[in-house]
């Protein structure tokens, strides 16, 4: 319902500020009789209607008309201090104290509110429809601001673009604020997803297709953030293209994925991927010893990668902003289901930052909070100082403190784990052969840490469970 704000006595009620430029010649969404009904319910019946709407509510911007989000301020502070009324004349009172009795309608108009309604029954059906006119003028002020800026010839596009699509998901959800919940209902509700979980019937992660890593973690859960760190030219970008592929590629349930890779084109990363899945190793297409028998296995893996919905984004040295819009964009266009990025200390954050230290810190925290936002795991890959190289001895391996520039990617991250081999090992390997490598779980917020033996195929760029989680590599309680 659209209506004008004009109260029966003549009072013209003024409404919220209109932006420029967009339909000046017609009022904005908004009901006024729903909005004199919600607050009629207040002034009725408080003790149980305020709490429902500031529940409902996080700002008196649900309001169309300004007379009407002064009443409702003059309300919720009456309600907020300890034993005042919260009734008509209470209200008419705080207003006079104010100055704004009468710029509201006086008096007459506060008891034409509270004759409007003949019951609170649908108090809940009220606030939902003033929240969803909020959001449409919500809306409106954003598109309206984007259409500003785009006549800025001084803007920065690309910047502008990540600026709009960040304020548009941003309404979403953003008239109202989440419910508080009950132990009982939560705890009735996880009771039956581990009664499914225990029978096989509910999945806890996406699994990485590491069966002994998968026990250990329970896979890539939705809204964590998984590190996979290493010192340059181990193999975690292929371990994460392996973990990708597997996502990708699944037979029974093939997800939609993302890669945002920082430090590979996307032509490099579709090769590598093709020769992994082919099993054909990259030198055969060099050196000429390509084979008839092995197009037959190169078509077939190209005709898998082209049926999965990878999405690769090869931009170089992208902001959390950027990469926070992007995401956001292939969740609402493809719902994908797990973020791989290539890697951490390659990104930028927003802004001037002081120190490296705190760039580092701010880009953690932006994907952590992207994991939680979009309700996707996000496997982030990390580099470890050169700390790591001077540990000697068989027992030597890399450890939280060896994590680079920030210890704020251990704080932030539910899962840190560790790729380790001895490069030198890879580079005397006969062609097909294998080399020994472990995926060290050091962290694990909710769950079991250990290490696990690989098998890696330096060729084919493809790590492997060397075997099924054994007593000499089971994972230990944390």
Request: glycine share 6%; charged share 25%.
């Amino acid at each position: 319902m659209m209506n004008s704000g004009k109260s029966s006595n003549g009072t013209e009620m003024s409404a919220d500020k209109r932006p420029a430029g967009i339909l000046p010649d017609r009022a904005r969404p908004h009901s006024i009789q729903v909005e004199r009904a919600v607050l009629a319910a207040m002034l009725r019946e408080p003790e149980s209607c305020i709490n429902l709407v500031i529940e409902k509510f996080r700002s008196d911007e649900v309001f169309y008309t300004a007379a009407h989000r002064e009443i409702y301020k003059c309300i919720i502070e009456l309600h907020n201090q300890d034993n005042s009324p919260t009734d008509l004349v209470s209200v008419a009172q705080r207003l006079r104290e104010k100055n704004k009795l009468e710029a509201i309608g006086g008096e007459v108009y506060l008891a034409e509110i509270l004759d409007s309604i003949a019951t609170t029954v649908n108090l809940e059906s009220w606030c939902q429809t003033l929240a969803k006119y909020a959001t449409l003028r919500r809306m409106i002020d954003v598109c309206s601001g984007s259409l500003a800026k785009c006549y800025d010839t001084d803007a920065e596009a690309i910047k502008l673009v990540e600026e709009i699509e960040t304020d548009i998901y941003n309404i979403r959800g953003g008239e109202q604020s989440q419910s508080i919940l009950s132990i009982a209902n939560l705890v009735t509700e996880e009771f039956k997803t581990l009664c499914e979980i225990s029978q096989g019937k509910h999945e806890v992660g996406i699994p990485t297709g590491f069966t002994p890593i998968d026990e250990c973690t329970g896979g890539l859960k939705p809204g964590e953030m998984f590190v996979l760190a290493a010192r340059p030219s181990i193999g975690k970008t292929s371990l994460a293209l392996n973990v990708l592929r597997n996502v990708a590629l699944c037979g029974t349930n093939p997800r939609p994925v993302a890669f945002f890779s920082l430090e590979m084109t996307g032509s490099q990363i579709a090769r590598r991927l093709l020769c992994t899945e082919s099993q054909i190793p990259e030198s055969v297409f060099w050196n000429h010893s390509f084979q008839d028998s092995d197009l037959t296995r190169l078509t077939s893996a190209a005709a898998k990668l082209k049926a999965a919905k990878i999405f690769i984004d090869p931009t170089g040295g992208i902001t959390i902003a950027e990469m926070r819009a992007k995401a956001r964009r292939l969740k609402m266009q493809h719902n994908i289901e797990l973020i791989v990025i290539d890697y951490l200390q390659l990104m930028h954050a927003d802004g001037r930052i002081e120190s490296r230290q705190q760039e580092v810190a701010e880009i953690s925290g932006g994907i952590k909070k992207l994991a939680k936002d979009l309700e996707i795991p996000v496997l982030v890959l990390a580099q470890l100082n050169r700390e790591v190289d001077k540990a000697t001895g068989a027992g030597a391996r890399p450890k939280l403190a060896h994590l680079r520039e920030s210890g704020t990617i251990e704080q932030d991250a539910d899962i840190v784990s560790f790729l380790h081999r001895d490069r030198e090992e890879s580079k005397g390997a006969a062609m097909g052969a294998s080399v020994e490598a472990e995926w060290i779980i050091e962290k694990n917020r909710n769950g079991r840490t250990g290490n696990f033996k690989l098998l890696f195929f330096p060729s084919r760029m493809e790590f492997l469970p060397a075997a099924p989680c054994s007593e000499e590599f089971a994972p230990e309680q944390k």
